[in-house]
């Protein structure tokens, strides 16, 4: 059996591979790979009958993946309940579960707690507590020139304004969701903040994350990503407070292994993820090496015995898969872009706002 890995899980599948060799006999190879390269090659290799057994991946794959006929579901039986339900979600299309999931991630409030004591409930309130801690900026948020739809989508969210219309099992449908007068509603939101300074596209992520670790604001929003740039800050991790009234739902992302729909090894393959990589000292060993929290509730338990991975993960709880269906390909290409020409002032926040929507609309429809 071979297992395609990158090099941050790259042990952890090993040590696993090798438990799972001791008990069944199998023989199983690790085949080291870039990240950027696994998605391409799987899709190139797998329809040729090349390609290994089991990838690692990301959920967000996984509309491409079935579209392409490349991964086989996982049998995960009563072991689904035994993982974060966001993570089963993000990995489920059409009733089936097509991944094993190992790590969830998402964004939160990161709070300086020396210039913020206390998690801050709405929008206002974070932007009042900036002000009165005297920081150069209230809250920092990467919004550059280009936009960054990911990191203001919890904001989007609180509008009541999702990107798609979300099935009762966590999966999508590829009607949008975004428009509307909740989308103007949040459009007329994000001109009324680029106007009073709280949002602005010169803030990168490089000079947001530079700022937040200089002390020159109580907030940032972002991912455990960000958390090595912030070593000797006292920090605590919060829900993103909402600024339209409804919850602020930021993105998951959620990792995980998939099992290539032509291998001859199948019931192997599904045999290991079950029964070999979702085990607590296996989804830990892939946190300690990937700093995201486990997507397995008995791992995630012990990884929040840190309290900043116990903060994402409770943001976490309220968060909604990235869709992964094609269609999401078409939104990205108007979404960002558009959030930054609002906030600048460049364009009337309705209007453009609309015009993002059809042009979405026409591209889904032209696809």
Same mark, same amino acid.
């Given at each position: ?39 391409a090659d799987f899709l190139a290799q797998v ?55 190992y790590a969830v991630e998402n964004i939160g ?188 509730? +008995? /791992?995630?338990? =012990?990884? *929040?015995?840190? !309290? #900043?991975? %116990?903060?994402?993960?409770? $943001? ?23 959030? +930054? /020409?609002?906030? =600048?002032? *460049?364009?009337? !926040? #309705?209007? %453009?706002?609309?015009?993002? $929507? ?10």
């Amino acid at each position: 059996m071979t297992i395609w890995t990158d090099e941050t899980r790259k042990d952890a599948v090993e040590a696993a591979a090798t438990a799972f060799e001791e008990e069944t006999g199998a023989t199983v190879e690790t085949v080291l790979k870039n990240f950027e390269d696994i998605r391409a090659d799987f899709l190139a290799q797998v329809p040729t009958g090349e390609g290994p057994d089991i990838t690692v991946g990301a959920h967000d794959w996984l509309g491409e993946m079935t579209a392409n006929g490349v991964v086989a579901p996982i049998e995960l039986g009563d072991k689904a309940s035994e993982f974060e339900t966001v993570a089963i979600e993000a990995f489920t299309q059409d009733g089936q579960v097509y991944g094993l999931p190992y790590a969830v991630e998402n964004i939160g409030l990161i709070r300086n707690t020396a210039l913020a004591p206390e998690a801050p409930a709405t929008w206002d309130d974070a932007v009042a507590a900036g002000q009165a801690a005297g920081t150069k900026y209230p809250v920092l948020i990467q919004v550059s020139e280009e936009g960054d739809p990911y990191t203001m989508y919890p904001l989007q969210t609180s509008f009541g304004a999702p990107v798609f219309v979300q099935n009762d099992d966590g999966s999508y449908s590829p009607e949008l969701a975004l428009g509307g007068e909740p989308g103007n509603a949040f459009a007329q939101w994000l001109a009324a903040q680029g106007e009073a300074g709280t949002l602005d596209t010169a803030i990168t992520y490089d000079i947001a994350v530079e700022a937040f670790a200089n002390g020159e604001s109580p907030f940032i929003i972002g991912g455990p990503w960000m958390i090595a740039s912030f070593e000797g800050l006292d920090l605590a991790v919060d829900p993103i407070p909402s600024a339209g009234g409804e919850p602020a739902q930021p993105f998951a992302g959620v990792q995980g292994f998939y099992v290539n729909a032509k291998s001859e090894n199948a019931l192997l393959a599904n045999d290991f993820l079950v029964n070999f990589m979702s085990t607590e000292e296996a989804q830990l060993a892939l946190y300690e090496a990937g700093d995201r929290p486990p997507a397995l509730v +008995a /791992a995630a338990d =012990s990884a *929040s015995s840190d !309290p #900043v991975t %116990a903060g994402f993960r409770e $943001v976490g709880t309220n968060a909604v898969p990235m869709p992964s269906i094609p269609e999401m390909g078409a939104v990205w290409n108007f979404w960002g872009v558009t959030e +930054a /020409a609002i906030v =600048s002032g *460049s364009q009337e !926040p #309705v209007a %453009a706002w609309e015009k993002m $929507v059809s042009d979405i609309q026409g591209a889904l429809d032209a696809a």
